[in-house]
């Protein structure tokens, strides 16, 4: 009897402890999680970040602009008739303004 | 164990067993006081009864306003894309930096204080938070310059009382009208160097929301992240953050007549943004926990995941729309035309590839969205073609066997009537065919074709067509264009309609028609703006295959014939074909004269067509306004830069002069 009731109170000092260690380890366990998904979001902003700085930098805009005005390059005439053309005076066509304006905010560093 | 068993072997105590209780404590007392214990049960059992029940609901809430947590999830709306997975519109997190003018001047001035005083600062604070007077005991004298830099401090509450003792009152220490000298306090220079802002103007900015009592200054918007949280690890009261998203359009203003604008709250106001609402706009989750005083998570509670919006991904091709946007810019500019739209189609599949209006906005500024431009032209404005129809009546023509490629008709001026009325056209053509009627564009050989047809034969046409029904993209303002029923026609209706007058439709809509030529199962299928994995089914065919051939190369030779109104489109290298048409301008009810619309809608390569272009230049005033001078070039810059991307083989031998002189050559 007397043996008993020991083993009894034993047994639930230790579930007690398991119980507590329990808890303990998933509040670590929900922390883990907590940090883990603070992480995976800032992985997904670092992700959206890099791909809209990739269109904006990749625009057909600012490639164009970059090809004209710094590279010096120009689109070659291709006349029907066979005959050679001689180079045009008239200056190169602007890029659209509208375009520029998206470049320029790509490029304010502010994003 | 001996608590237990001692339990068994109590008795009740005697409770005056004492003799000298026995006779002094009167029965009363004893009352009294067991009253008054039981009185003090019952107000404790009262007052517990009442927290429970009465005042459980608030208590509870409270409580668990201090534990619960709800920390949201945030959900990225989902992204477009074009047909290659280029970006169109992104969403990314950003920041805004919020100061409390009041709270930052504040603290920096106790601290300037403090400095002078050489004094501990949160002492200072703690002391000053009493907001009593009180005197401050110096351990060595104040120095004549720490006089001098309290004065120009500027701050009233602070008066030496001796070289030792300072009385300072809180109540009248307005820290708000001292003079600070901020570009020299350190933290304001970390915080306007992660700012990208020059000191001083950060130090006006404070001022300025000082003097007008504000305690919400905006310093920057739309800061990064990782950005924000260096700006965090300053830790500098008053300065807050909220978060929110913003929507990027890398394209811009090329591709935005397409793409939309998403509007307050994250959600879509106009093109894809608004028609794919539902698919891109993410639902936000929350976690809820419970946390200890220190907010340390404690216990889970169960957790909504977010979900993000899904990707849209688009037909368009963004290499082809920024050539359109490019092209039609500078023929808008060149004709000094109010606007402009260029539709490109996949000659098979009916996607959408290119879509430009012009005037067009940056949807990334957003001053800049209100007004006209925001319109859809090419899908929401509807006006009378003109000759770009003819090819339609043509069709219905040969399908009938009215008449043969060959068939002469005279298309000399005046030579033909309908209900008393001449049929107007722009010069006197004489005999021609029917492939010189399409090349020249002969309103009188039309106008015969059309009205050797029945009226129902030709509204019929118009249906099989298209015409009078939305084109199928799922922009909520698409326009079906205008079509009255066939039986309310007359005679004149019929022969106008013949040759594109009296119907109106847009362009969407005419390249869609076009459809019926270059797709080899000749049906017409609703178009599409995403991208599709199988060409659609088109229902039954709109002409035989015949006829297909025969206007394939009729519409060859409205571009390559010498003379022909639609010259100008040619494309070194690939056969071409097209149709221009340049209407009158119908303003108010009336067609006002000098002002036209130019049109040119056409397919490339004739071989086996790939694409359809439709352009549409409204009210060019720079002199030249035929669409064969104004709108077919547009054609022949955009087909040529779309075949060359779409890597499409030439069909037709070519001689190139190339303007360097280095490359020279043939290529067959």
Redesign the interface.
């Known amino acids: 009897m007397r043996s008993l009731r020991f083993l009894l109170l034993l047994a639930a000092v230790l579930s007690a402890l398991g119980t507590v260690t329990a808890r303990r380890h998933?509040?670590r366990l929900?922390?883990q999680v907590?940090l883990e998904?603070k992480n995976a979001?800032?992985l997904?902003?670092?992700y959206?970040?890099l791909?809209?700085e990739?269109?904006?930098l990749g625009?057909?805009?600012r490639v164009?602009r970059i090809a004209r005005d710094k590279l010096g390059m120009?689109v070659?005439?291709?006349?029907?008739?066979?005959?050679?053309?001689a180079?045009?005076d008239a200056p190169s066509?602007p890029?659209?303004e509208?375009?520029r304006?998206?470049v320029a905010?790509?490029g304010g560093?502010?994003? | 164990m001996s608590i237990l068993r001692l339990r068994g072997r109590c008795r009740p105590l005697p409770i005056a067993t004492s003799p000298l209780l026995r006779n002094a404590l009167p029965g009363w007392r004893l009352r009294f006081v067991h009253g008054a214990l039981m009185l003090l049960f019952a107000a404790v059992i009262a007052m517990s009864l009442y927290l429970q029940i009465a005042l459980q609901p608030d208590l509870q809430a409270n409580g668990e306003k201090f534990s619960n947590h709800a920390?949201p999830?945030?959900a990225?709306r989902g992204?477009i894309l074009d047909r290659h997975g280029?970006?169109l519109a992104?969403?990314?997190?950003?920041r805004t930096i919020v100061a409390d003018p009041l709270q930052i001047k504040h603290d920096l001035v106790i601290q300037a204080v403090a400095d002078i005083l050489q004094q501990d600062v949160k002492q200072l604070n703690r002391k000053l938070a009493q907001k009593k007077a009180f005197s401050l005991e110096l351990a060595t004298p104040i120095s004549r310059d720490a006089r001098q830099s309290l004065l120009e401090l500027n701050i009233e509450g602070i008066y030496p009382e001796s070289d030792h003792r300072l009385r300072i009152e809180p109540e009248s220490l307005r820290t708000e009208k001292a003079t600070l000298a901020w570009g020299q306090q350190s933290r304001i220079r970390e915080l306007s160097a992660l700012l990208?802002m020059e000191p001083g103007k950060l130090a006006k900015l404070m001022e300025d929301g000082l003097a007008k009592g504000r305690r919400y200054v905006e310093l920057?918007?739309?800061?990064?992240?990782s950005r924000a949280s260096q700006i965090a690890e300053l830790r500098i009261a008053g300065i807050s953050q909220s978060g929110d998203f913003k929507r990027?359009?890398?394209?811009?203003?090329?591709s935005t007549h397409m793409v939309g604008f998403t509007g307050m709250g994250d959600s879509g106001q106009e093109g894809v943004e608004r028609a794919f609402e539902l698919e891109l706009s993410g639902t936000p989750g929350v976690?809820k926990?419970i946390r200890d005083r220190k907010g340390?998570?404690?216990?889970?509670r169960g957790v909504t995941y977010a979900a993000n919006g899904q990707d849209v991904r688009l037909s368009l091709d963004?290499?082809i729309q920024?050539l359109a946007?490019?092209a039609l810019?500078?023929a808008v500019s060149r004709h000094r035309a109010t606007a402009g739209s260029v539709v490109v189609l996949d000659a098979e599949t009916g996607e959408v590839l290119a879509l430009v209006n012009l005037p067009?906005?940056?949807p990334?500024?957003r001053r800049a969205l209100f007004g006209d431009k925001l319109k859809n032209r090419s899908v929401e404005y509807s006006y009378e073609l003109g000759s770009v129809m003819k090819p339609f009546t043509v069709a219905r023509g040969l399908d009938k066997g009215i008449i043969r490629p060959n068939t002469v008709l005279d298309c000399t001026y005046g030579s033909f009537q309908v209900a008393g009325e001449t049929i107007p056209d722009h010069r006197s053509f004489g005999e021609l065919s029917v492939t010189q009627i399409l090349q020249r564009s002969s309103n009188i050989g039309i106008a015969r074709i059309g009205m050797a047809m029945t009226r129902e034969e030709m509204g019929e046409n118009l249906t099989a067509f298209g015409f009078g029904q939305k084109p199928g993209l799922g922009f909520p303002a698409e326009t079906a264009g205008l079509m009255r029923p066939w039986k309310q026609w007359g005679p004149i209706d019929q022969s106008r309609i013949a040759y594109g007058y009296g119907v109106s439709a847009s362009i969407l809509q005419l390249a869609r028609a076009y459809l019926a030529f270059t797709r080899e199962d000749r049906s017409l299928p609703m178009l599409s703006m995403q991208a599709l994995d199988q060409p659609p089914e088109g229902g039954k065919p709109v002409l035989s295959a015949r006829t297909r051939h025969e206007m394939l190369d009729m519409l060859e030779s409205a571009v390559s014939a010498p003379g022909a109104t639609g010259g100008q489109a040619?494309v070194?290298?690939y056969r071409v074909g097209g149709k221009s048409g340049t209407a009158r301008k119908l303003i108010d009810g009336r067609y006002e004269s000098g002002r036209y619309i130019a049109t040119f809608v056409g397919m490339a390569p004739m071989s086996a067509p790939r694409i359809i272009i439709a352009i549409s230049i409204d009210d060019p005033t720079a002199g030249k306004y035929g669409a064969g001078e104004v709108a077919a070039p547009v054609f022949a810059e955009v087909a040529a830069g779309a075949l060359r991307s779409l890597g499409v083989a030439p069909d037709m031998p070519?001689?190139?002069?190339?303007?360097?002189?280095e490359?020279?050559g043939e290529l067959q």
């Open positions: 998933e509040i929900l922390r907590q998904d979001l800032r997904q902003q670092e959206r970040e791909l809209v990739r269109s904006m625009s057909y805009a164009e120009v070659p005439v291709i006349n029907l008739s066979g005959t050679k053309t180079p045009s066509p890029a659209p509208p375009v304006q998206i905010h790509a560093g502010t994003l | 920390q999830l945030p990225f992204m280029n970006l992104g969403s990314v997190m950003t990208d920057r918007r739309q800061v990064r992240e990027y359009y890398p394209m811009g203003a090329v976690w926990t340390r998570l404690i216990e889970d963004s290499r920024y946007y490019v810019q500078q067009s906005y940056d990334n500024d040619r070194p290298g070519m001689q190139v002069a190339i303007e360097t002189g490359i020279t």
